[in-house]
């Protein structure tokens, strides 16, 4: 049941972005800065009753800031360069490499 209504609340998200994107584009750029998954994350995270993995949990998504911006940038740059959806593949994968870096370099060096 947990997962049930988590994944209705990532829907209910979802439906509001979309609904909004046929208002206008501020408010769809805005809404996924609402912490709707991270409350989900840290939810399911906070149920195990472990405060040291909640509070590592927090850390983890506060790390993924850069990586955020990188691909809104990218998808900025790349937006009159490509398709829409390309653009937004071309970011994903400026994402990843990014997040990539931010977890893995640590254990590197």
């Known amino acids: 049941m947990e997962v ?5 609340v990532g829907g ?18 805005i809404l996924p800065l ?5 409350i989900i994350a840290l939810l399911a995270v906070g149920a195990k009753g472990d405060a ?3 509070r590592e949990a ?8 850069p990586a ?3 691909f809104l940038a990218a998808a900025w740059w ?4 490509l398709d829409y959806r390309l653009a937004i593949l071309g970011a ?7 997040a990539a870096l931010i977890f893995w370099l640590p254990r590197w060096l």
Not at 4 to 8: E, V
Not at 34 to 38: E, G, K, L, R
């Open 78 to 81: 790349l937006g009159d360069r």
């Open 52 to 54: 040291a993995g909640f």
């Open 12 to 29: 209910l998200v979802t439906m509001a972005i979309v609904l909004a994107a046929r208002r206008g584009n501020v408010l769809p750029g």
């Open 68 to 70: 955020y911006l990188v």
């Open 58 to 65: 927090c850390l983890a998504g506060a790390k993924t800031i």
């Open 4 to 8: 049930l209504w988590k994944g209705l």
């Open 34 to 38: 609402a912490p709707t998954f991270a």
């Open 92 to 98: 994903l994968a400026a994402w990843l490499a990014v």
